[in-house]
T-cell receptor, first 113, second 114 residues
Framework: DAKTTQPPSMDCAEGRAANLPCNHS???????VYWYRQIHSQGPQYIIH???NNETNEMASLIITEDRKSSTLILPHATLRDTAVYYC??????????????FGTGTRLQVTL | EAGVVQSPRYKIIEKKQPVAFWCNPI?????LYWYLQNLGQGPELLIR????????DSQLPKDRFSAERLKGVDSTLKIQPAELGDSAVYLC????????????FGPGTRLTVL
C-alpha cells in the first residue's frame, strides 16, 4: 500500500469547516483513498472513500487532486463531536491480501468552542 | 442495522492467564478481521477471514494467539498465556466484500494484563 503523510494535529473552531490534508504521492492507479476516524475509546468509524472523483456523503466531502497524489477531507461544519483522530489510508480494492487497511498515526483534530 | 458487536468491552487479567474475545459481524458480511491497537498507534491487522477460512494470518503470533470462525459468522480470538505486552485494544471489523470492500469496526475490547 502507498504510504500517506498527514499532519499530526490540527485545530478547528466549532461551526467552521475542517480541512484535513493527506499526501499519497506514490499512490497506484488501482488504489482507493479511504478516510476513517476514531473518537476516544471507540473503534474506527468509516467516513468516506474515493478513487478518482470527488465524493460527498452525509458526513464529509473528499477532494482528490487530478494527479491523485493528495486529497483533502472536508467536514463542512465541525462540531465538538468531530474531535477525533482522522486516518487517511490508501489501499487496493477488493478483499485480497494487498487490500488490507494499513493505519498510520493519523491527524488529531481538536474542535474548540 | 446492528453494527459489529464485541464482548467483553473491558478485561483485566493477570499474566499467564488465558483470555478470549468474541465478535459478531454485521449480518451478511462474509469477511471478518481482527486488529490490535496499541496505545497511541493505529490498528494493525492480526487475521482476516473469508467465511470460515483464515486467508491472511501472517501477523498473528501463533505461539500464543489463536482464532476461529467455525460457522463463518461470529469469531473468537484467544490468547494463552497472556503477557504484559498484550495489553492493548482488540478490534473486530467486518465487510461485505466487493471492489470497495468497506470495513466497519466494532467498539473493541480493552485488555489489561497485570
Amino acid at each position: 500500500d502507498a504510504k500517506t503523510t498527514q499532519p499530526p494535529s490540527m485545530d478547528c473552531a466549532e461551526g467552521r469547516a475542517a480541512n484535513l490534508p493527506c499526501n499519497h504521492s506514490t499512490i497506484s492507479g488501482n488504489e482507493y483513498v479511504y478516510w476513517y476516524r476514531q473518537i476516544h475509546s471507540q473503534g474506527p468509524q468509516y467516513i468516506i472513500h474515493g478513487l478518482k472523483n470527488n465524493e460527498t456523503n452525509e458526513m464529509a466531502s473528499l477532494i482528490i487532486t487530478e494527479d491523485r497524489k493528495s486529497s483533502t477531507l472536508i467536514l463542512p461544519h465541525a462540531t465538538l463531536r468531530d474531535t477525533a483522530v482522522y486516518y487517511c489510508i490508501v489501499r487496493v480494492g477488493g478483499t485480497g491480501t494487498a487490500s488490507k487497511l494499513t493505519f498510520g498515526t493519523g491527524t488529531r483534530l481538536q474542535v474548540t468552542l | 442495522e446492528a453494527g459489529v458487536v464485541q464482548s467483553p468491552r473491558y478485561k483485566i487479567i493477570e499474566k499467564k492467564q488465558p483470555v478470549a474475545f468474541w465478535c459478531n459481524p454485521i449480518s451478511g458480511h462474509n469477511t471478518l478481521y481482527w486488529y490490535l491497537q496499541n496505545l497511541g498507534q493505529g490498528p494493525e491487522l492480526l487475521i482476516r477471514y473469508e467465511n470460515e477460512e483464515a486467508v491472511d494470518d501472517s501477523q498473528l503470533p501463533k505461539d500464543r494467539f489463536s482464532a476461529e470462525r467455525l460457522k463463518g459468522v461470529d469469531s473468537t480470538l484467544k490468547i494463552q498465556p497472556a503477557e504484559l505486552g498484550d495489553s492493548a485494544v482488540y478490534l473486530c471489523a467486518s465487510s461485505l466484500g466487493g471492489v470497495a470492500d468497506t470495513q466497519y469496526f466494532g467498539p473493541g475490547t480493552r485488555l489489561t494484563v497485570l
